[in-house]
């Protein structure tokens, strides 16, 4: 087995510290707004299929070209130190300056929306602290390229800290796998079952569907995101052109789940963060 397969089992353990689990991705508010029945029957999940749909499209069309970005502007901008063409504290610099930007970009995006702005700090500090105190110090990691990435994760780590960079999830994931060699398409694939899987999780823990029948369902939106993957794979956030006004950049697709999100911290009961 090849090291990138490797790391990609232990990035899609369910045990991952990054607090995915503890958020629902509005799945909680959209279940207590009435927007999703409760039942077995199939019509009655047929509102959960659809939600889940909806997420997964949104999430593809919104989040995925941040995650992108941001791994592709790692690599490229890490082997002009490697080859001696600049120093590697500009490059250090470089990179930082680069994530900054895309993480600002995230940020003025998410502005409208506390509550998911909130679970996209939580979890992308989480894998930030988990890749300094973790897969920085693997042996795989001792190597030019490894050690340049884990100076950029520390400095990036204490900026976030200082409050001057947010460290959002997709950015910082997008850094992660580019820093532990993980392809493109591999981390777009990764970053999608994720965020499929937290929501099964969410409904599984609000009786909203069995453990087994969850199993099913998200074996059956394996053709969806295949399908969002190909469409959407190839969008990055064009905050430097005028892509945006076309839609072919980062967009919300679905106002309406934007808005439920929102709405959690205003829930009487909760039993998630977002």
């Known amino acids: 087995m ?5 790391l990609l089992w232990l990035l899609a353990d369910s045990q991952l510290p990054t607090g995915g689990f503890v958020a629902s991705a509005g799945l909680e508010a959209a279940l207590q707004a009435g927007l999703i029945n409760e039942g077995t029957s199939e019509t009655e999940q047929s509102s959960f299929v659809h939600f889940i749909r909806t997420s997964a499209h949104n999430q593809a069309h919104f989040a995925l070209p941040f995650c992108s970005l941001a791994h592709e502007q790692a690599l490229h901008l890490l082997p002009s130190a490697l080859s001696s063409e600049t120093s590697e ?3 250090i610099a470089a990179v930082l300056d680069r994530l900054q930007q895309i993480d600002n970009y995230h940020q003025a995006m998410l502005s409208s929306n506390s509550v998911a702005m909130r679970a996209s700090v939580a979890q992308g500090g989480g894998l930030l602290s988990l890749f300094n105190r973790g897969y920085a110090h693997a042996r795989f990691m001792d190597d030019a390229h490894g050690r340049l990435c ?6 990036l780590q204490r ?6 960079v947010c460290a959002h999830w997709p950015v910082v994931f997008g850094f992660v796998c580019a820093a532990t060699g993980i392809s493109i398409e591999h981390a777009q ?3 999608m079952f994720q965020f499929v899987r937290q929501i099964f999780s969410a409904a599984i823990r609000l009786n909203l569907v069995g453990p087994l029948h969850a199993q099913a369902l998200q074996c059956d939106m394996h053709l969806e995101v295949a399908d969002l993957l190909h469409k959407c794979g190839h969008l990055r956030p064009a905050f430097d052109t005028e892509e945006d006004v076309f839609g072919e950049s980062a967009v919300y697709t679905d106002p309406i789940l934007e808005l439920y999100q929102g709405m959690h911290d205003r829930l009487y009961s909760r039993i998630f963060n977002s």
């Open 2 to 6: 090849d090291r990138e397969t490797w």
């Open 89 to 91: 504290e500009d490059t």
């Open 150 to 155: 884990a100076q950029i994760a520390k400095r």
């Open 159 to 164: 900026m976030a800290r200082l409050g001057e």
């Open 189 to 191: 694939q990764l970053f």
